[in-house]
Each structure stands twice: as C-alpha cells, then as structure tokens.
C-alpha cells in the first residue's frame, strides 16, 4: 500500500514538473516527489516484514523481535538533509529571480 | 635517317603545292558555279609570293615568333603526313595523335601571335576558333576510337593498308554514321561554311589575320595551306582507305577537297555558340552510337 | 597518508574559512595545492569507513583509476582557483566543499555515498553557478540536477531492495553472477544512467548546459566544463566498468542516446555562431564519446581520453572565457582575431584543439588512434563510423574557430591574459605534445589501468 | 642524408630552427626553407634513384621505413616541388601575416610527405597523412581568404577518415597495419570496401569529383607558393593512395568482358571523367588565372583517375607519367602566375595585360607550361596523354574516351586564356612604367622547370624506365619502350624524332622569315580598328568574358555541386538548430519530459 502511495507521489511530482511554470510550484513539485522518493526508500526495508518493528535499540533487547533493515531508514535521513538543502538553494534562487523579473513564473520572464 | 628528313619535308612542299593549286582550281570551280569567270587556278601562288616580297610591319617579337613557330609546326607536322602507302618519311611514327597535337603548336604560335597584336579581333578570332575545335574535335576523335579500336593500330598508314586489304572496304562505308560526323568534323576543322565563324571577314576582320601583312601573313598562307593538306590527306587516308599510288590520292584528295568546297558555298554562317551546340547535338550522339555498334557490338559492314 | 583527508581536509578547511572569511581565498588555495601534493604520497588500496565490513560500510577505494581521475580533477581545479580565487572570495567555502564533493565522487565505492557526493558537488555548483548573475539558468540547473539525482536515487534503491548491497564492485559481481535476465534490471540501470547523465551531459538530460555554460565566465566555465565534467565522466566510467549491466534493449537504447549525444552534439556546435556555445556543445558530444566508450568497455583509453579532454578542455574553457569577460561578447564575430595579439595563448589553444580533434603529434591522436582500432577489432565499425563522423563537423567548426581567432579583419580585440594563464595554458599545450610524440608515458598508464581490473575487494 | 630517419628529423628540427630564426629575421627564416628542401631533394633524388636509401630506425620508436620505387618516385617528386617552390618563400613572405610560422609549416608538410611516401605502416602513413593536414591547412589562411582552408579541413579530413577507415578495417580484418602484407591478405567484400575508401581517400586529396569542391578555393585563395606546393605536390598525395588502391589492390567483382576491366574500376573511371569534364567546362569561364589553373589542376587529377583506372601497362605508366608531367607544368604555370602577382597585386585577368613586354622570361616559362598542361608536343603532357590515349583506346572506353579528348581540347581554350588576356594584348597603362621582370632567384625554378618539360617530353627514356621497374613491383606488364621510342598496343611514338622536326620547321620558317624583308615595327595602339580612332589601352584588350558564347551554353548548370555541399553544411546546422531549440531551453519541465520518455521506451520495450 505504501510502496503504491510512494509512486504515486513520485508521478505527481513528475506531473507537476511537466505542467508548472511557476518557480514555487516547480519548487513544491520537487518536494513531492523527493517525498515520494523518501517513502520508497522506507517501504524498501519493510517489504517483506510487515510486523517488523523500528530498529531503535532500546534497553531490553529481545532476541525475537524482528527488526526491519536499518539502513534504507538511515539512507532517509541523509536524503531529507539533501533535499532541504536543494529546496532551500531552489527557494534563494525563486527570490533572486522575483527581484530581477519582478515574477515566478518562467514564462514571462522570457527566453534569453 | 637523313633521307627520312628530306622525304618529310618533299612531302610538307608536297602538301604546299598541291592545296595551293587545288585551292586556286577550287576557285575557279566556285567561280563557275556561281556563274563567273573565277581567277586563274595559280592565282593563289601569285597572292603568296606577292605577299611575301613586301614589306610588313609587326607588333613586336612575339608576333614574328608565332608566326615562325606556327609555319615551323605546321611544316614539321606536314612532314610526318604519309601521301601514299610507300611514300611516307617515317612509317611507324604516323601516329594519329601526332597529327592531332603537333598541329596544335601551329595554331597555337598563330594563335599567340595573332593575340601579340594587339586588336581585339584577332583574340576573338582566336577565341572563335579554339571554341570551334572544342566542338569538332570530339565526335570526331570518338569516331577516330572506333577506326583505331578496329584496326589495332592508330598508325595513318597502318589504317589506310586495313582497309585496303579489306578488299578496299573503306570505312566510309564500313561506319557510315562515323563517316558523316567525320565530315562535318572536317568541315569544321577547314573552317569552311558554316564553320567558318572564326575567320569571319565581314564581322571580324578575318580573325586571327587582321593585324597581319606582308610577308607574316604570307606564311600564314603557307600554314593554311599545308594544314589543309594536313586534315584533307588524314581524311582520306582514315576514311577513303588511302592510295596504293600517287594518282589515286590526287583523285581522292581532289574529290574531297572539292565536295567540302561546293557544300560550304550553299551555306550561311552559324553563330559561335550554334556550332557547339550542333556538334554536340547530332554528331556526337552519332559518333557514340556508331561507336557503340561498332566496338560493343561488333556491327560493321 | 589516509585517502579519506582528501576529502575531510577541504570539508575541514571550508567549514573554518565560514569562521574566518577572511582567511578562506587563503585555505582555498593552500588546500587545493595542498590535495594535488598529498595525491603523491597517498598509498592505493581501500578504506571502510567506521569499521564496518565491506560489505556494509562506506568503503572508498584508491586505484591507479580513481588516482588519474584525482590528479586531474584536483590539478584543474588548484588552476582555476590559482587564477580565480581572489576575484570569488566569497565562494571560497563552496568551492572548497565542491572539492571535498568532487574527490569524494572519485573515491566512493558506495552508491549512496556516491548520491551523497553528487549532492555536495551539485549544490556548490549550484552556487557557483550564481556567480554567472543569471538565476533563471541557475533555477534550470538545480531542477534538472535534483531530478536526476532523484532518478539515481530511485535507481539505487531499486537495486538495494534486489540484491541488499550497496557496494558498487561487490553489487556489480553479484548481478553478473547472479543475475540470468539481464532485462530485470534495465529499469535500475536505466535510472542510474539518466541520473548521471543529467550530470554528464547525455542528450536530452542537458538542457541545463546550455544556461550555465553558455553563460558561463572564467570560473564556472573552466569549473563546470571541465572539473566537473572529467569528475563526472570518471564516475559514469567507474560505474559502467564495475556495475553496469546491460540488456538488449537498455543497451540499444544507451547507444541510441549516445550516438544522438555525439552527432547532435556535433551538429548543435556546427550550428552556433557564440564561441562559448560552441564550446559547450562540443562538450557534450565528447561526453557522449567518452561514455560510448566506456560503455563499450573500452576502460583504459577511455580512462586517458577524460583526462586528456579535461586538460584540453580547460584551456578552452579559460582562453574563450576570459576573452568574453573582457569583451564582453562571446560572438565569433566579436572575438575574431583574438590571438593577433596574443601570440603564446594561441598557440597553446591552437594544441589544446587541434589535439581534441585527434590531429597526430599531440596526445589526442595516440588516444583517439587507439580507441578507433579497439572498436574496429572487436568489431564494432558502426560506432567508428559515428566517431569519425562526428569527428569531421567537429574538426570543421573548431577550423573555422581557430582561424577566426588568428585572422583578423579589421580591429582585432584586446584582451589582456594574466601571466598564469599564460604559463597554465602552454605548459599544459607542451605536455600534450610531448605525449602526443613520446608514448612510453600512455603506454605505461595504459598497461597499469589493465592491469589493476581485479579491485581489491577488501578493507 | 642517406638516412630516411635522419631526413626527417633533419627536416622537423629545422622547422623548428627556421621558426626561431624566422621570429628574428623572416627572411632569413624562409631561405632555410630552400636549403633544407634542396637538402631533402637532394638526398632522396641521389640516395633513393640509386636504390641506397638506409631505411634503419634507431632513434624514433613506431616508425619504420620502407624503400620501394613507387615511394622513391613520389618522394623525389614531391620534395623536388617543394624545393623548386621554396625559391619563392622569401619573396612572399613580407606578406605573411604569420612570417615564421610559414617556414615552420612549410618544412612540417614536407616532413610529413617524407613519412607518407616511405613508411611501410599504415597507421604512421595515417599519422604523417594527418600531419601535412593540418600543416598545410594553416599555410591556406596566409592567402586571401580564411574560410577556403575550413573547406579544405573538411574534405581532406573526410578522406582522411575514409583512409582510416579502410586502414582500420584491413587491420581487423588481417590483423596487421603493414602496407604491402594488409593489402594483400584483405579479401572478399572487405577488399571490394578497403577498395572504396581507399579511394574516397585519393579522390578527397586529389579533388576529384565528386569531392573536388575545395581545390579550386583552395589554390585560388592561398599564398602562391602555397598554391603550387598544393597543385604540384600535396594534391599528389591523392594520385599516391589511388595507386594504392588501385594498382596494388584489385577487387574482384563484377567484370565487364566488352571493356576487358572490373565495373568498379569503369565507375571510376566515368568519375574521372566527370573530373575532367567539370574541371574543364570550370576553367574555361574563370576570370582569376589562379582559380582557372585551379580547375585545370582538378581536371588533370581526373586524367590520373581515368589513367591509374585502366589496370593496363599503358594506362599506369601514362598515369604516372602525368603525375610528373602535371606537376612540373603546373608548378611552373602557377609560379607564373604568382611571379605576375608579386608585381601587380593581382591575378584577374580582367585587370591585367601586356605582360609579356615587362616579364618575357615568366612569359616563356608559363608558355612552355601551358603547351605541357594542353598535352601538346614537344612537352612532357603529350607523352603522358598519348599513353593515356592509348590505354583508354584500348580498351574502348567509349565515354571515357569522349571525356578524354574534351578535356584534352578544353585544355587548349582554357591556357590559352590566361596567355592571351594576361601575358598578351595591350599593354595596359597602370602596367607601362611600374612592372619589372621577376627577380633572378624567382626566375631560377621557373627556368629549371621549363628546361625540365622540355627534356619530359623530348626525352621521356629514363623516367620511363624508372616506371617501368615501379610497374615491376606493382605487377604489371612493363611498358615497351626503346631508347627513343615507346611502342605501345596501336602505335610507336618518336618523342625525339618529333622534336627534331619541330625544330627543323622552325628552322625552316626562321630561315624563310630571315631571309624576307625586314618589317617595321609599329606600336601595340597602331592597329587595325576599322576606321574608328581608339587611344585606350583598355578598350583594345579583348579580356573580359573571353569565352562568354561557350559559356553561356552551359552556365545554368554548374553550381549543382556547390549548391550540393551547402545544403549539406545547412541540413546540419538545420538539425543543430532544431535540436538546440527544442530541448535546449532554460524551462526544466522538457527535460523531464524526455526522461519519462526515455523511461518510457525501456518499458515499452520490455514489455512488448
């Protein structure tokens, strides 16, 4: 179910990449589908486990417990700093470009 | 060695004589079918030799040597000329293309010479009659291919013995379609109507002549005689399958000397570019087909 | 010396010049010559980072490969920043973080790392790039370059839910083991091709390169075109070495890609009349070609033909940018007759392309000679013939650029060149003729690439 | 330098040296080029005709020599044309703008045709092919026009490639780079494709057509001396590798019995053909006496096409012959030409006159010149054009044949027009008080060149047997020749003998002339003009559109070639242009647009 909802978002964001024009939305779009991207890296490690649990290490370890592959969820972390930081960059440039073309959206701002 | 030298050059005063007389007997023949009396027939000797007693002027000393070098190649071209089967200065080198090409340092001397003068008539003559070859000499040598691809040789005398022994097959007959471009290929090359544009004395003042007087143009005459004599005799010796003796080439020569002279006076004059484009309409397309039935196909009569 | 500080030490140094800024320009340039020295004395062989196994861990491996792709990338970037530094300071940081990015990209054996490299080194490009004034290209090439990192990303993901491992060699031994149908992971591959492609400049994942280099000046033009796009071109060279594997249909349509890249490439430069265009478009069909042979395993020369090109590359990137800088116009038309007066900076142009057109007594000769006849013995006569082809509109369009520049009409431009680009741009042209006529140097670098195809595996 | 190694070092370092010296003193820079070309002649003429050539490699690695008659007689050639060319150099380089440069790429082209002719490797043949490539191409821009030599880089590197190409497939296909064993060993459909690049190779470099379109630019708009090195020696490069092509490996394919040759070798002869009929037809209407030469240059390489085509013993020797023939009178024809342009800035017939009075001696040289280049006797070109007469007649190439005499013809109308527009005529005011004759050491090669089409075509002997011991090695039937004649299938040529009794006519004539009276020498003004008074120069120099009627005939149809390769040049900047547009915009969402398409494709094509 969540690996369906992790495409989906991946294919909006795309959709959205294709039909906006506006800086935000392009911005926004970008977010969507690192969103969906994230979640996929998620389903990745539980795809087989379904009632496997977070692999947090707490005080009493249980042998039985079944734990979940930690890595895609440390890959998540990493991949969330990223995309703040890309969205934050894309965010800086939006502004820059408002103050010299007075618009967001690249349409008007004309080519060349 | 020596006697082969003095053979040549008895054949180039030969040539001189005999297209001097024929030319002025020519005359006369015009003369009466034109109904009129017409000069005497030594009356082109007598125009020589005056021409050459008198005193000329020249532009220069290029304009005497062109004329020197092209009497001089004419002269030397003459010489190689076979006149009957035995009487010929160097049997084995009467190449074909020798003919071809050494008459070209003639006309090339003349031609340098004339344009040395300095009239701009003269250049267009020139100009009138490098384009006129241009026109002529290529159905013409597709034709001569034919002869040479069927002989195997591409010596004069060699040609005229093939058709000889051919039981005098002559290859007027045998390639009729050759024989016709050949002709007008002959036309051209003598300059006669309606090729005669080059000369054209009403429209450019004779051409290439106009500067010339004296004894300059009375050399030219000399040159224009043997080159008469030149392409008269290769005609007859490619086409008409030579002359066993001396007699059969006077007749022969004569006959086509003449036949060219009575159709070039029922013609007019074509413009420069209407001779290219007539030789490359019809006698070419002619010469290749004959050339096509005659060496693809092996058709000859 | 451990490889890992050529990485740490720009980061280290990057994060300190935030501190002091006024300081930065200086750590920059002591760093980046500080990491072309450390190159000789750094042992090869492969570290894990954090202990773990490699089969876990981050694990960067030094090999005479990743060793030529460090020389090269850190000794173009030690120039450009000896000639820019002090006109950029404040970038100082980013392009110390884009080096620790870039030689992390070189040295990874990670995937994800690889993706973490690729982020770093994008986003200082992204910077960079800003320095060029013009946010919309900048916007351009931030999208495109997430996006393509997204695909890599999606892509390795993939890969890891298949077959749990990230390490590139080790993955790359399980799927050619493992692996019957190839066509199961064409989808993957493809992911991680156009991902790097966005980057390497694949036809059509590179309209973001007409923006940046099109526009460029004399830092993100030497910068991009030609650090960033050897630094690239060795990671998609490392990559299709190690991991790729290709279907049928992947591989037709890899090679569809590339031989478009090549030939329109080609066709684009032909058509453009702005140096810089042509330049980057050029760019772009080399890329194709270093890719092409890489792809078709051609590992060696294809090794040597990214350095070259970057070398090469960088004198164009240099010459042309600083011209336009000053001039600032980058028609042909306005430049024409620029080295009338700069005779030394010509002549070493004049190698650095008559070497990239593979003409004989320079080192593009020997590298192009030797991967025409690997092709045609393997026999693959069609891609010789797209290279040659390509070759030729490319040797026209360069001609014509070359004798532009010489011959001038009228009023040849001024344009004032600094002593260090000067002695950069000819001694990097006397190089490539030296190597262009003295083969014992290729030779050797050839046979070590050969021989070092079995990796060390463990750390 | 008996040493072929040695040469070629000797020649790169003094490239090298004539460039520091040339940066200091050009002058001097450029009359190194003589010594060291002369050197370089010198050795290969004495050291490789007597077969003593040392071909041992000591000091570069990759390189290996190789003496065989046919590099020998293309070296000796070619470094005699850039030795007779040097003579020039110094003259003309005050109008260089890269004065030192030019020495150093004069004597690099001439290295590179060192390693051409004597390599047995195809990949350094490649390598030195490349070399004289871009060496000569910088030597094009010093002329008139910068953007003849992008043309010229485009087709010569397309034959370039198309060389490769061959060498690339022989050696994959027999696993070796050596010239003699590669040719040999490559077979089948391989051999009939080495065969065809082989050829667009030679076709690229000889400017034939259809890949002819650069040559005349190029010798119209390069440097004189330039455009004598490319006419005489570089475009001899292309007649080198048709011989390799050709003569040394002969497909096997389709065999017309009725022309007793292969239908591969009949296309290039009819190529050869249109060769000669457009370089001709060109000619003929030029204005500028170098472009004319130019397209002569392209029609006399259609003659070595059509020649080397014919496989016989006459047509090989007549095509080599021609080589020679043709590069002695069109080196000689266009120093000529460059001599006048020294004095008078100027190479348009139009603007020119009455040369004759002020350079007598350039007059001569090129008269002699053009009488080689129309093929008439007694010059080297009738030897060469009778041979090739013969071997096209032979075998009763119709066409061929046809295109042959046109072009042999044509010839007469197109040198003549030069000599009577530019040489002859009046002579034209501006030209009157300021023109001299060229200096003395111009006038050096240009006499020896002359002196040498005589003895080509007077004395044809030992060139001829030196072709005759190449044909050995080509394996093909030698040639019969004797001490004065040459005996061919349908007739024997007297060269000698008709030089004899040209001589002797002339003497005649002269003694005729002599003896008459003495005639007055009258001004060029003083002429007939039909009772009209005429007192400008001008307007009695016939030059302009001198033959405009035959011109007129033919003029809407000869820039279907030109309009060919631009709109070539255009479909690829059309397709840059379209694809430039298309995805190269600053708007992020056509990208992702081809990478779900791309994307897209895969699955399709999995999935079907």
Redesign the interface.
Known sequence: MLLYASVLLIVIGLYGLLTNRNVIKIILSLNVLEIGLNIFIITVGFLDLEEAIAPIITLQQRASVIVVDPLPQALVLTAIVIGVGTTAIGLSLAKKMYDKYHTFNLDEMGEE | MMIN?LI??GVALFGFVLQTSLGGINRKIIGRLQKRYGPKWYQEFLDIFKL?????????W?F?FG???????????A??MPVTNSIVA?P??D????FV??I??GM?GM??SA???????A??G???A??T??AY??PF??VI?TI??L?????IT?IAEFQQLAGNNWFMIALPLGFIVSFMALMGMLGKKPFETYIAPAEI?SGPM??YG???L??LFIMHEITVFIEVSLFVHLFLGGAENILIFLLKYAAVYTLVNLISNVYGRF???QV??FFYKWP?LLA?VQ??IA??LGWVI | MSIVLLIAVPLFFAFLGIILKKAAPYFLLLVSFFNVLALGFISQGAIVIGGYSSFYGIQLVLNSYSLIGLYVVNTLFFVIVAINCFKHKKLSPILLISLAGLNGLLLTNDLFNLFVFMEIAGISAYLITTTTKDPKSTFNYLVLGTIGSSFYLLGLIILYAMFGVLNIRILGNIIEGVVTNKAAVALPFLFIFIGLGVETKLLPFNSWVKGILGKSNALTGPLVGAVYASAFAFVFGNLLRYLFVFSESLLLIVSILLVATILIGEAMAYASTKVREILLFSSIAQAGVAVLVFALGYYTWGTILIALNGFSKLILYLVVNIAVDQVKSDELSALKGLFVNNKLIGAGFSVATLSILGLPIFAGFIVKMNILVAMANTPKFFFVGVILLASLIEGIYFIKLLINFWFEQDQAPRVKYSYVVIYVTLVIALLITVFGVYLEPLNSIHSTLNLVKGVVMHG | MASLELLLIFTLISGVIAYLVGKVHPKTGSILTIIVSGIVFASLAYFGLNEQLLTKVSYLPYISFIQTPLAIFFGVLVSFVFFMVSFFNPYFIDKYTYKAVYSLLYLLSLAGIIGIFFTDNFMTLFFFFELVVWSSLFLIPLGRDEEVSVWYFGFSVFGSFALLSAILLMQSVTGTFDITTGLQAVSGFNRLSVFILLLIAAFAKLGAFPLHYWLPKVLTDSPDPVTSIFSGGLEKLGAFIAVLGLVKLVPTGFFIDVMDMYLTHYILAILGSLTIIGGTVMAIRQDDAKKLLAYSSMSNGGYIIVALSLGSSAGISGGLYHIIAHAIASTAAFLAIGAVARQTNTTKMSELGGMLHKMPITYMVYLIAIISMAGIPPMGGFISKWLIFQGVINKGLILVAAATFFGSIGSFLYVFRPLAALFLGQELPQFKETIKEAPIVMLIPMVILSLLNIVTGVYPTNILAYINTLLVDLNIVQLDITRWTIVGTNGTLNPALIAVMFALGVFIAFIIFISLKKSRKVELMDTYTAANFIYTEELLHYSVDFYAPIERLYEPYIHFMKKFYQALANKVREVGALVKYYIFTSKPEVATFFIMLVIAILLWGDLV
């Open positions: 030298i040549g050059f050459l007693s008198k005193r000329a002027i020249s532009h220069g290029l005497d004329v020197i070098m092209a009497l001089g190649g004419i002269i030397a071209t010489t190689f160097f084995n080198y190449n074909f293309f020798i090409y050494l070209a340092v090339l031609a340098m344009s040395g003068s300095g009239n701009p008539y250049s267009i020139v100009m009138r490098l384009t070859m241009l000499e290529v040598m597709i291919l040479i691809k002989t195997g040789t591409s010596s060699g003042a106009v500067e004296g004894k300059q009375g050399m413009k420069i570019d290219v484009k070419l290749i050339a096509v060496v693809y």
